[in-house]
């Protein structure tokens, strides 16, 4: 068994609203992931093609202006697969590194009409292995995007360790990690638009109940970055540089952070890891192991 390896979490910025060109730019960091001797890369939340922050901002009330900025989410979501998937794939295979994506996905099973917040794990050999839908969006997140389920709440197997993701705030719900680390999770990936020093501290804590790593990868967003034919934009405080600042972070099964916070910048941070910590983290407390009481508690995931 293969225990060490070097992960990474991408924390860069999407061309806003542009799935084409935001790809583009997610293939370069693969292939820059990949020839640094990267074996897992996360991108942030909602990478493709960018937070809609302006939930937080337009009153709805406002409905012309939050159906307009809607139609532009939906015509720059992907689907899967598509030709962005594929290309996504291709630069996985290419750059033999596994990639978790977030994205703006399109409810293609239904009316193609209704957004999910979800995750895309691609192997190393450029195949999809599957996807997680977002449980429960957050606040102004429900005027966007549509509820998962259980059918989602999963790990896959890779070549550098057991992968599993939960979507910003799904981290706080103890059921959802308890269901992460039931099926395996060495890998946690926990890509957040949260970069707050309480998210910080969550992360740590974590990584040490699971007895894992953890990649928490968060975009980092400038007004800049927003062009100004976008008239939300006007919303924020005069004097506002930066909506996001990032604090992308890589931790360890003990809670200790191996790379990062990044703050302010673009870039991606990398650590070598073994997993064999995980073991050793599970000598003393085995959350679904020595550790649990199934005698006393019962546990259980809708897969329907």
Request: include cysteine; aromatic fraction near 8%.
């Amino acid at each position: 068994m293969i225990h060490k390896t070097k992960i990474a979490a991408a924390q860069l910025t999407p061309v806003y609203l542009n799935k084409e060109k935001t790809v583009e730019k997610a293939c370069n960091a693969i292939q820059e992931a990949g020839n640094n001797g990267a074996k897992v890369i996360v991108f942030p939340e909602a990478f493709i093609s960018g937070y809609p922050d302006w939930v937080w901002l337009i009153p709805n009330s406002k409905g012309a202006e939050l159906n307009e900025l809607y139609v532009k989410l939906v015509d720059n979501a992907v689907s899967i697969p598509d030709n962005a998937t594929d290309k996504l794939c291709k630069a996985a295979k290419s750059a033999s590194i596994n990639v978790v994506m977030g994205m703006h996905e399109r409810n293609t099973e239904k009316s193609n009409a209704s957004l999910y917040n979800s995750l895309l794990f691609i192997s190393d050999e450029g195949t999809i292995l599957g996807k997680h839908r977002k449980l429960i969006p957050t606040g102004g997140e429900r005027l966007i995007w549509a509820q998962g389920d259980g059918t989602t709440l999963q790990s896959y197997h890779t070549s550098a360790g057991k992968i599993g993701g939960l979507i910003c705030w799904e981290n706080f719900m103890p059921l959802a990690r308890n269901a992460m680390y039931e099926s395996g999770t060495q890998i946690l990936v926990s890509p957040t638009w949260d970069k707050s020093p309480n998210w910080l501290q969550s992360m740590q804590h974590i990584a040490r109940e699971g007895g894992l790593f953890v990649i928490s990868s968060c975009m980092a967003l400038n007004m800049n970055d927003i062009p100004d034919s976008y008239e939300f934009k006007k919303l924020y405080p005069e004097g506002r540089e930066w909506i996001n600042d990032g604090n992308s972070v890589i931790i360890a099964p003990n809670g200790k952070v191996l790379a990062g916070p990044l703050e302010e910048e673009e870039g991606i941070i990398y650590a070598d890891i073994d997993l064999g910590q995980i073991i050793a983290a599970k000598r003393m407390f085995d959350v679904v192991g020595h550790y649990a009481r199934p005698d006393v508690f019962t546990f259980g995931v809708k897969k329907r």
